[in-house]
C-alpha cells in the first residue's frame, strides 16, 4: 500500500464496519487549502456515506471527539436537533477504524451525509449580522443545555498548552520552531496566567466547533443555522472559543480565498453588533469578554502553531506562522476590551 493510499484505507474501514456490501469508489471532497481528508462514499446499492481521515493528535482524543459530537447530535433540542451530522454506530458505539501500518497511524469515521441550505453571503449587512449574533445565542444555550448530559472531555486549555510546551522541548519542535522557542514560551506563560486570573475554569463550559468560517455551515433563507459539519477544531471549553471565527464572518472585508488571521476583526465596529445582539439573549460577563483575548492567543498558539502543519497545506502552514510571529502576536496587546464593555454596557 502506498504511504497515502486513503481510498483503500476507507475500504478496509467500511469493510471492518459491514461486509455484506461493497464501495463502488471513494472520492475526495476535502477542502483544497486544508490537509484533512473527507471522502464521499458509494457504495455498490448506491448508497452513499461521507468518511473522515485523520492522522494527528491521538487516536483516543478522535474517538473521545466523536462520541461527544454523537451526543451532543442527539441531545440538541428544536430548531437545532438536525444542525449535527450523525456518525454511524455499531454495537451502540460511534464505529471509528484505526489503520496502522509500519509508520503508517491514521483513523476513519464514517458519517451520515448532511443537508445543506444557503451559505451566508461572503461579505454580510448589518441586518443579516444582527440576525447571526441573536441565532449564535441560541445556538450556544442549546449546546450548553445538552452539554450537561454527554460524555466527559479528557482535553482543556491546560492540557493543550501544555503539549505545545513539551513539543518546543523536543527535538522537533526546537527545529521547526527555531528562533522563536522563547517568544512562544512565553505567550504560553502569558495565557496560563490570565486564564487563571480571569478565572476561566469557572465560566460556562459546552460543545465549541471553534472553525466557524461561512464554508463550515448553512442557514435558511431567515438566517436560522440549519446545518454544522467539520469538526476538526471540536472541543469542550467556553463559548467564547467560538468568537473570533464569527467576528471574522461578519468582518469588513469579509470572506477571502487567500487569509490570514488577523487580530482586527474583534476590534471592528460590525462585530460591536453582533456581540449586542448575542449579548441579549445570553449575556456576557466582563471576564469572559477580556478572554476574548486570551482565547485568541490560544487559537493561534494550538491551531496555527501546534497543529498547523496538520490543518494547512505546507506553504499555507508557513505563511501563517510567519505571521503569527511578526503580526498577530505583537497586535493582541492593542486589544481593547474596553471598547466591548462599552458597546455591551458592561
Not at 33 to 44: E, I, P
Not at 284 to 306: D, H, P, Q
Amino acid at each position: 500500500m502506498r504511504l497515502k493510499d486513503y481510498p483503500e484505507i476507507i475500504r478496509k474501514a467500511w469493510a471492518g464496519f459491514d461486509n455484506s456490501i461493497g464501495v463502488k469508489f471513494v472520492e475526495d471532497i476535502s477542502a483544497k487549502v486544508s490537509t484533512n481528508h473527507v471522502f464521499r462514499v458509494t457504495l455498490d446499492n448506491d448508497d452513499i456515506v461521507v468518511a473522515k481521515l485523520s492522522y494527528f493528535g491521538k487516536y483516543e482524543h478522535f474517538k473521545e471527539d466523536h462520541r461527544i459530537i454523537q451526543a451532543l447530535a442527539n441531545n440538541l433540542l428544536y430548531p437545532f436537533e438536525n444542525v449535527l451530522a450523525r456518525s454511524l454506530v455499531k454495537n451502540n458505539q460511534v464505529y471509528t477504524y484505526r489503520y496502522q501500518e509500519d509508520f503508517v497511524d491514521t483513523w476513519v469515521v464514517f458519517y451520515n451525509p448532511i443537508r445543506a441550505m444557503n451559505r451566508l453571503p461572503k461579505r454580510l449587512n448589518e441586518e443579516q449580522i444582527k440576525k447571526l449574533g441573536n441565532e449564535t445565542a441560541k445556538f450556544h444555550l442549546a449546546c450548553l443545555r445538552a452539554g450537561k448530559s454527554i460524555p466527559k472531555s479528557s482535553k482543556n486549555l491546560r492540557t493543550d498548552i501544555q503539549h505545545l510546551l513539551e513539543i518546543l522541548d523536543s527535538d522537533t519542535g526546537q527545529y521547526e520552531h527555531r528562533g522563536y522557542i522563547q517568544l512562544l514560551k512565553r505567550q504560553c506563560d502569558i495565557f496560563m496566567k490570565n486564564i487563571q486570573r480571569l478565572n476561566v475554569s469557572s465560566f460556562d463550559k459546552m460543545p465549541v466547533f471553534v472553525d466557524w468560517n461561512i464554508g463550515n455551515f448553512s442557514v435558511t433563507d431567515d438566517l436560522k443555522l440549519y446545518s454544522r459539519w467539520d469538526y476538526d477544531w471540536f472541543r469542550v471549553s467556553s463559548r467564547i472559543m467560538d468568537f473570533y471565527f464569527f467576528a471574522r464572518v461578519c468582518s469588513n472585508v469579509g470572506d477571502r480565498t487567500v487569509f490570514s488571521y488577523l487580530l482586527g476583526p474583534l476590534m471592528e465596529d460590525r462585530f460591536m453588533i453582533f456581540l449586542k445582539e448575542y449579548h441579549q439573549v445570553y449575556p456576557l460577563t466582563i471576564n469572559e469578554v477580556r478572554f476574548m483575548k486570551e482565547a485568541y492567543r490560544f487559537f493561534i498558539l494550538n491551531y496555527v502553531i501546534k497543529y498547523g502543519k496538520y490543518f494547512f497545506h505546507r506553504a499555507y502552514c508557513t505563511k501563517l506562522q510567519k505571521e503569527a510571529y511578526e503580526l498577530y502576536f505583537p497586535s493582541i496587546d492593542g486589544f481593547d476590551e474596553d471598547k466591548i464593555l462599552r458597546a455591551l454596557n458592561l
